[in-house]
T-cell receptor, first 116, second 118 residues
């Protein structure tokens, strides 16, 4: 158990719909990362938050958005869903990346999204 | 741009034998970090081992060791005494922007599927 929790574990929805994925980081971790894993694209970084502020953005679609709340949990919102959005969405957390040394990212169990 | 390459889509190894999973990387950063993660069929991502570019010794964690060859830009994972539970997908990753960047985002390779035969 990494200490990172994600809900829900599975989500099945229809095209055009909107869903929200939720993540709680490990206790004490201020950084939250979202990744998408699909068969054709592999594992891709979407977005990172640090202590409530967006710190880095990857190939995240405009239909997707995220935020990190004061209690440090994060939500990834996916709207106008398409079949190609079906994937495993991971949340990971770490300490401050700018501190000396490294901070490995601890991954949550993922949310498997199926768009039909 | 940084890139991670894993050229072995699938590997087989006999139980109790050692196996090497290949990873090469490309970066212009002077300091960087390399990671290996394991993803079993259940889907979770499990951190295995880390190697910093300035670390003089190869990293080891139990049965896992990282064969780091900086000049060749390779960071191969060696699993000794393979067990059936080692059957999984293995990903090599690099922290983008080097160790001084303000983001810890990871760039992943395509992964290698390892099957351990009894």
């Amino acid at each position: 158990d990494s200490g990172v929790t994600q809900t829900p574990k599975h989500l099945i929805t229809a095209t055009g719909q909107r869903v929200t994925l939720r993540c709680s980081p490990r206790s004490g971790d201020l950084s939250v990362y979202w990744y998408q894993q699909s068969l054709d694209q592999g594992l891709q970084f979407l977005i990172q938050y640090y202590n409530g502020e967006e710190r880095a953005k990857g190939n995240i679609l405009e239909r997707f958005s995220a935020q990190q709340f004061p209690d440090l949990h994060s939500e990834l919102n996916l709207s106008s869903l398409e079949l190609g959005d079906s994937a495993l969405y991971f949340c990971a957390s770490s300490g401050d990346p700018q501190r000396e040394g490294f901070y490995e990212q601890y991954f949550g169990p993922g949310t498997r999204l199926t768009v039909t | 741009a940084q890139k991670i390459t894993q050229t072995q889509p699938g590997m087989f190894v006999q139980e109790k034998e050692a196996v090497t999973l290949d990873c090469t990387y490309d970066t212009s950063d002077q300091s960087y970090g390399l990671f290996w993660y394991k993803q079993p069929s259940s889907g979770e991502m499990i951190f295995l081992i880390y190697q910093g570019s300035y670390d003089e010794q190869n990293a080891t964690e139990g049965r896992y060791s990282l064969n780091f060859q900086k000049a060749r830009k390779s960071a191969n994972l060696v699993i000794s005494a393979s067990q059936l539970g080692d059957s999984a997908m293995y990903f090599c990753a690099m922290r983008e922007g080097g160790l001084g960047s303000n983001t810890g985002k990871l760039i992943f390779g395509q992964g290698t599927t390892l099957q351990v035969k009894p």
